[in-house]
């Protein structure tokens, strides 16, 4: 069973640092394009870090967000930094073929490829 699954959210106090994990069972993700996603309440879901053979981030997150994967444990993580309340959404990861997606079009399109069930997170004081 090919699988995703988010974890690492939580409540967070604005400023702080905050590491989502996503790890895959059932297929390796070497040879995948991968990325993370949100969506706030009220809000369309938007692709904010994706990592191809290149990487991308939405403004809303460059300079503040990083992601990488350790295919040794077929895992990939975004860590947060400098939280802001409006950073408040539902996480999700995804992976589709990096024969078809760049880091910039994973994210903008959003594949139809493998998700996971998503991973809150709430920046409030």
């Known amino acids: 069973q090919l699988q995703l699954v988010e974890s690492g959210g939580g409540l967070v106090q604005p400023g702080g640092p905050l590491r989502l994990s996503c790890a895959a069972s059932?297929?390796?993700?070497?040879?995948?394009?991968i990325g993370w996603f949100r969506q706030a309440p009220g809000k369309e879901r938007e692709g904010i870090s994706c990592?191809?053979?290149?990487?991308y981030y939405s403004d809303s997150v460059k300079g503040r967000f990083t992601i990488s994967r350790d295919n040794a444990k077929n895992t990939v993580y975004l860590q947060m930094n400098s939280l802001k309340p409006e950073d408040t959404a539902v996480y999700y990861c995804?992976?589709?073929?990096?024969?078809?997606?760049?880091?910039?079009?994973?994210?903008?399109?959003?594949?139809?490829?493998?998700w996971g069930q998503g991973t809150q997170v709430t920046v409030s004081s």
């Open positions: 990592l191809s053979s290149s990487t």
């Open positions: 995804a992976a589709d073929s990096a024969l078809l997606f760049t880091a910039q079009t994973m994210c903008v399109i959003q594949p139809k490829g493998h």
């Open positions: 059932g297929f390796t993700l070497d040879y995948y394009a």
